[in-house]
């Protein structure tokens, strides 16, 4: 995990320490999201407030409508990852910022849109698509509650299965190359009115 003071804020673990992504960073990222499509838009939400351009390519266009109206140009739908970034990616206040690119399709993107420096790629999916080089090179991995074990332990195994059994109420499964951790979110009143219009 990275201090609190680094990346993108997600919430705080059992023991109430925070929790980071270091996202949007100098190298590359790819997050892959096991769970509902809110989660997409939280973390473009939150990456956007760090200084990052933002590409959500959704299924649900419609549910991105007061955050899309609020992040004016810096956030941009589109119907395919092709041709993405659009912009060159750069560090925060310099040109156009980090790119991020956050999907739900069912296609996971490629495993090379995150190559490169200031580009973070995020899928977020009820179930992994099997034999997906993306979610085979996935820097972190998030199981959106227990209902959602089955699912990681297709994608990391049978001691990822276990550990999102495990999770309580409101408790995310974290999983990086160092081991799994419990996440609990932190989400503002001001945030949920804008990700569910």
Not at 77 to 84: D, E, F, H, S
Not at 166 to 190: K, N, Q, S, T
Request: glycine share 12%; charged share 20%.
């Amino acid at each position: 995990m990275t201090p609190a003071r680094a990346g993108l804020h997600l919430g705080t673990d059992r023991e109430g320490n925070a929790v980071s992504l270091s996202a949007p960073g100098p190298t590359g990222t790819r997050i892959g999201v096991l769970g509902e499509s809110l989660f997409g838009r939280l973390f473009a939400l939150r990456l956007l407030g760090l200084g990052a351009r933002v590409t959500a390519v959704t299924r649900v266009p419609d549910k991105w409508a007061l955050l899309r109206e609020a992040a004016g140009d810096r956030l941009t739908m589109a119907g395919t990852a092709a041709g993405w970034p659009a912009y060159e990616p750069e560090p925060p206040t310099v040109g156009d910022g980090p790119q991020v690119l956050v999907t739900d399709q069912r296609r996971a993107p490629s495993a090379a849109a995150a190559d490169g420096h200031w580009r973070t790629v995020l899928h977020v999916t009820r179930s992994a698509p099997a034999r997906s080089a993306f979610w085979s090179a996935a820097d972190v991995v998030l199981a959106l509650g227990a209902p959602f074990a089955e699912a990681a332990g297709r994608v990391l195994g049978e001691d990822a299965r276990r550990f999102a059994e495990g999770l309580g109420g409101g408790e995310i499964a974290l999983f990086w190359p160092d081991g799994a951790h419990v996440l609990r979110p932190d989400i503002a009143p001001a945030e949920t009115e804008l990700l569910t219009p």
